[in-house]
């Protein structure tokens, strides 16, 4: 106990003088001055000093970020060929009962449905549906102008963006353009639907919603004239006579002091681009002039 007490006092260095040369002459004095001697050069390591908590919980969460999006990195990018591989599977093995048909500006075509039901497309339009499932399901989706003669059988859905037709059996044309929707019944029974607008139309019938107005009338013809290579009106604004004239001759028409919401009632052949732009413009007091191959300007009008 004496001896520990010196020693604690020598390393306070605490000792007296007559203490100091009592402990210089103890065994194991040279061992502890060794001890003291090499203690001097010793240096804790900078990066051994101990984070409190709160930085130590911040660099956790750091680590254990790193360690995620170290591993979610890799399941991110196979996540991604396994849907490049179902999409690019889908497209070529599950749609390819997919059959689409259109028609380009001044052309016209008939195509013959699986069922045999036929369908002349006007100029600009396109019709798609699924032929495997065709005889279970009898539906296609329009955009543009179709003619329809439809064979007897289940229903018959014509889908377009502005409403929807069913039928059974029957002839009727659908102009489903972005502000021009009309149905019109040639034969049998048409039942059209457009928003909460519904009617069931008989041979003769029109259904049309023009710039979101409603309005109904009779027909007296037993097909559409665009099928005969001429489009008729009644009653419709300009610019609609115009875009359809736009879409037989693959022409651009601008206007020039024209009032485009008067309306018009005629009608033009396809066969001919100055007869037919003399055909509408000379009942409106208009004039026409061809600057180019596919460049017409209107002007002429300005009430």
């Given at each position: 106990m004496i001896e520990d007490k010196l020693l604690n006092k020598w390393l306070n260095d605490d000792l007296t003088n007559a203490e100091k040369d009592a402990f210089s002459k103890r065994e194991d004095f040279a061992l502890n001055q060794k001890i003291i001697e090499d203690s001097k050069y010793f240096k804790a390591s900078e990066f051994s000093k101990a984070d409190d908590f709160e930085t130590f919980k911040a660099k956790y969460k750091v680590r254990s970020s790193a360690k995620r999006l170290n591993w979610l990195k890799p399941a991110l990018r196979i996540a991604s060929v396994l849907v490049i591989g179902l999409a690019i599977y889908f497209t070529m093995f599950m749609n390819d009962s997919m059959v689409e048909?259109?028609?380009?500006?001044?052309?016209?075509?008939?195509i013959k449905l699986p069922d045999l039901s036929s369908v002349t497309l006007n100029a600009d339009s396109k019709i798609i549906y699924d032929k495997d499932s065709w005889y279970d399901n009898r539906q296609l989706n329009l955009k543009g102008e179709a003619y329809f003669k439809v064979a007897k059988g289940k229903t018959f859905d014509v889908i377009?963006?502005?409403?929807?037709?069913?039928?059974?059996?029957?002839?009727?044309?659908?102009?489903?353009?972005?502000?021009?929707?009309?149905?019109?019944?040639?034969?049998?029974?048409?039942?059209?639907?457009?928003?909460?607008i519904t009617r069931q139309l008989l041979a003769?019938?029109?259904?049309?919603?023009?710039?979101?107005?409603?309005?109904?009338?009779?027909?007296?013809?037993?097909?559409?004239?665009?099928?005969?290579?001429?489009?008729?009106?009644?009653?419709?604004?300009?610019?609609?006579?115009?875009?359809?004239?736009?879409?037989?001759?693959?022409?651009?028409?601008?206007?020039?002091?024209?009032?485009?919401?008067?309306?018009?009632?005629?009608?033009?052949?396809?066969?001919?681009?100055?007869?037919?732009?003399?055909?509408?413009?000379?009942?409106?007091?208009?004039?026409?002039?061809?600057?180019?191959?596919?460049?017409?300007?209107?002007?002429?009008?300005?009430?």
């Amino acid at each position: 106990m004496i001896e520990d007490k010196l020693l604690n006092k020598w390393l306070n260095d605490d000792l007296t003088n007559a203490e100091k040369d009592a402990f210089s002459k103890r065994e194991d004095f040279a061992l502890n001055q060794k001890i003291i001697e090499d203690s001097k050069y010793f240096k804790a390591s900078e990066f051994s000093k101990a984070d409190d908590f709160e930085t130590f919980k911040a660099k956790y969460k750091v680590r254990s970020s790193a360690k995620r999006l170290n591993w979610l990195k890799p399941a991110l990018r196979i996540a991604s060929v396994l849907v490049i591989g179902l999409a690019i599977y889908f497209t070529m093995f599950m749609n390819d009962s997919m059959v689409e048909q259109h028609t380009q500006f001044a052309e016209k075509t008939t195509i013959k449905l699986p069922d045999l039901s036929s369908v002349t497309l006007n100029a600009d339009s396109k019709i798609i549906y699924d032929k495997d499932s065709w005889y279970d399901n009898r539906q296609l989706n329009l955009k543009g102008e179709a003619y329809f003669k439809v064979a007897k059988g289940k229903t018959f859905d014509v889908i377009t963006d502005n409403g929807v037709v069913t039928v059974v059996g029957t002839e009727f044309n659908v102009k489903a353009r972005s502000d021009y929707f009309e149905v019109v019944c040639y034969e049998g029974i048409v039942k059209v639907a457009s928003d909460t607008i519904t009617r069931q139309l008989l041979a003769g019938d029109t259904y049309r919603i023009l710039n979101n107005k409603f309005s109904q009338d009779k027909l007296g013809a037993i097909q559409p004239e665009w099928i005969e290579n001429r489009s008729s009106f009644k009653a419709i604004p300009f610019r609609e006579v115009v875009s359809e004239l736009e879409r037989q001759f693959n022409v651009k028409v601008t206007f020039k002091d024209t009032k485009t919401t008067r309306l018009f009632s005629g009608g033009f052949t396809h066969n001919n681009l100055e007869k037919a732009l003399s055909a509408i413009t000379q009942p409106m007091s208009l004039t026409y002039k061809i600057s180019s191959p596919n460049q017409v300007l209107i002007y002429g009008d300005t009430d």
